[in-house]
């Protein structure tokens, strides 16, 4: 490294890391300089190998080669982490293109670009799309006139055993009974008997064979709409509790709480002889020095500082009245909190709440409707609010879930199933625009149902606002989502069964005892991303229900994080990747007085970025509008300050 670079080996961290006998990030990049003869791919394979490519590898390759090239130039003088030219450690594109030429190749074509008496037809065609539409009264129509049509065997594959049950199910409704087989290898030995097959299998995609006939049709072919969820081995169930609970060992310095004492600085465990016998203590610090030592055995008397900033714990002195006088405070605010919990509570039980409980075929059918497949946690979480909502007492469920998990249906599935019972719903939302959002996603999944949704909204005129109320009042819209303006004396309900609020830490102390009074009377659903403190203990007490909803939907990864001195080719690379991948980026920005600044410099060195700028000092329309904007990907890079905490689901935002 040192004879072929002019490094300074005290500032090169590749050479640090070798010299320490360790294997640093992208060391592959580096193997040139380990042997002295490197080989290719082609210098494994035997002289009769034949090679199978799929269409548009080499003009892939010639775009890679391109990319690496143009950050070799950026990044080739960088003496801390030095590289060696693209050509000594990858594939020339026109070499690959001469291994191709002199290699027994078979190349994929789509047939509309096969050239004339070049290409072998290989006898196979894509599955056609038979849709399976559950709420049509004949729901598998296309599939049972290409069965009956198809001059060979059928085999219709599921993703698992439950999937297949219940598409057997639906096509047994429908007069289809596929035979049962374990397996392809089962399939394949029937090759005298005609008909169709059901089985498991984990096909991508369907397909035809045109000699011997066999068609093979998945899920994609018989749902087309609906993206699954790939299967997971389920997880033992953990109560929510464990995974709040679960808190490390207590660290050397942090501040903990003594009953009788109050705050000090934990310092670790000593040995002190009591009598004749050497007995362990935990050493706590208190204000000017003082040291207090608690017997392992009376480590009931001590928990965790549960207080903001632990750093900045503020100690009390060992003697003092500050203990005394703060728990006289707090016994005396639990026994407010508890008088009022308490009325609530009693007027939750007293009230004979009418359940509420949609037709089960109904629900199903309406379930079948969500494009994805349910994640365990969030199967659990649906489970819960409909058991809740079929109970005669109002439901108080919290159910938390980080932004894109899937706390959405779970609000959906709950709001159906009052709507079908006659009630209406309430979904409440701090910003207009998450407003907006949520109005857009119900209605998507209440299209095809005899659900009526509205929105009340800013980007509405006040006229239309006035007459959306009227309507809630004369019980011709079901379903509302607006504001903290749904809360005001004037929004009158006809029959009001469900309220949902989303995101409730963002809600102000009026609203939220509007929200206490509600409670009382009717079903309440909370969703949140993070769970206000109150909420939480509440929650932990069994005075609200909690449900998580821990696993990542599909195609959802480790968040991975870099941190790097300011780089601008580094930072130009990562813009690209995200770009190139038609995805948007949130840039941020901790600064108001110099954002616009920043905005013009990314746009300098990033010049095919769209980008705008968002801060909270912007009026609260116009910053309504750029999050509308991004979220309707008109621009693709938001330089932004801490206001994208708004718990907007922007999928295609990766990167910032």
């Known amino acids: 490294l040192r004879e072929r670079f002019p490094i300074d080996p005290r500032r090169c961290p590749v050479y640090q890391d070798l010299k320490g006998g360790g294997a640093p990030a992208g060391i592959e990049y580096y193997l040139p300089l380990f042997f002295d003869t490197t080989a290719t791919l082609f210098d494994y394979l035997p002289p009769s190998a034949l090679l199978a490519l799929d269409a548009g590898v080499l003009e892939s390759a010639e775009a890679f080669w391109a990319q690496t090239g143009e950050r070799y130039e950026q990044r080739r003088h960088d003496i801390e982490r030095p590289i060696l030219p693209p050509a000594e450690i990858l594939l020339p594109t026109e070499h690959l293109r001469q291994q191709f030429n002199a290699t027994p190749l078979i190349e994929t074509v789509a047939r509309e670009h096969a050239r004339f008496g070049e290409a072998a037809d290989l006898g196979v065609q894509p599955a056609p799309d038979l849709p399976i539409n559950v709420r049509d009264a004949e729901p598998a129509t296309a599939l049972k006139s290409f069965l009956a049509s198809y001059p060979g065997r059928v085999l219709l594959a599921s993703d698992s055993p439950g999937r297949r049950e219940a598409l057997q199910e639906t096509l047994g409704a429908a007069g289809i009974k596929p035979s ?72 050397e310095g942090s501040p903990i709480v003594h009953e009788d004492h109050g705050v000090g600085r934990y310092r670790g465990l000593v040995t002190l002889d009591v009598g004749d016998t050497p007995a362990e203590f935990l050493e706590i610090e208190y204000a000017k020095g003082d040291k207090l030592y608690v017997p392992v055995a009376q480590l009931h008397l001590v928990s965790r500082y549960s207080g903001a900033s632990p750093d900045a714990a503020p100690l009390h002195s060992l003697g003092g009245e500050q203990w005394e006088k703060a728990k006289r405070r707090a016994a005396q605010k639990v026994r407010d909190v508890a008088a009022e919990l308490l009325e609530i509570q009693a007027r939750r039980e007293a009230r004979e709440g009418r359940a509420l409980q949609a037709d089960r075929a109904m629900y199903e059918q309406f379930a079948a409707g969500f494009p994805f497949e349910e994640t365990p946690d969030q199967q659990q979480a649906i489970e819960a609010v409909i058991d809740d909502l079929a109970r005669e007492r109002p439901m108080d469920r919290v159910v938390c879930g980080d932004v894109g998990f899937g706390k959405t249906e779970v609000a959906v599935r709950a709001a159906f199933a009052a709507a079908m019972a006659g009630k209406q719903v309430a979904v409440l939302v701090p910003t207009t625009l998450l407003a907006q959002q949520h109005y857009q996603n119900f209605r998507d999944r209440f299209a095809d149902w005899p659900v009526r949704v509205d929105v009340l909204s800013r980007f509405k005129s006040a006229k239309d606002n006035r007459a959306e109320l009227d309507r809630v009042e004369r019980g011709e819209i079901d379903v509302i989502v607006g504001t903290h303006r749904l809360l005001q004396e004037d929004v009158k309900f006809k029959d009001l069964g469900l309220v949902i609020v989303d995101e409730e830490q963002r809600f102000g102390v009026r609203q939220k005892e509007r929200l206490k009074a509600l409670r009382a009377e009717v079903h309440l659903l909370t969703l949140t991303a993070t769970p206000i403190p109150r909420t939480l203990n509440m929650s932990m007490a069994g005075l609200r229900d ?53 905005a013009r410099e990314l746009a300098e060195l990033v010049p095919e970025a769209r980008i705008r700028i968002g801060h909270g000092q912007m009026p609260e329309r116009e910053l309504e509008q750029v999050m509308l904007d991004f979220h309707r990907q008109r621009f693709n890079v938001l330089v932004a300050t801490t206001i994208i905490e708004s718990g907007i689901d922007i999928p295609n935002a990766n990167t910032i």
């Open 546 to 598: 909690l449900s998580l909803i821990a696993t990542p939907p599909q195609n959802r990864v480790a968040v991975k994080t870099f941190i790097t001195p300011w780089d601008a080719s580094q930072l130009r690379e990562a813009f690209q990747r995200e770009l190139a991948r038609g995805g948007q980026i949130y840039f941020l920005h901790n600064q108001v007085e110099s954002i616009e600044r920043r």
């Open 180 to 251: 049962v087989v374990a397996n392809w290898e089962d399939f394949a030995a029937l090759a005298d008997e005609a008909g169709s097959f059901a089985t498991v299998a984990a096909f991508d995609n369907g397909f035809a064979i045109s000699e011997p006939p066999i068609c093979v049709l998945t899920e994609r072919q018989l749902y087309p709409d609906r993206a699954g969820q790939p299967r997971r081995r389920r997880r033992s169930d953990r109560d929510p509790d464990s995974i709040i609970r679960d808190l490390s060992e207590i660290a």
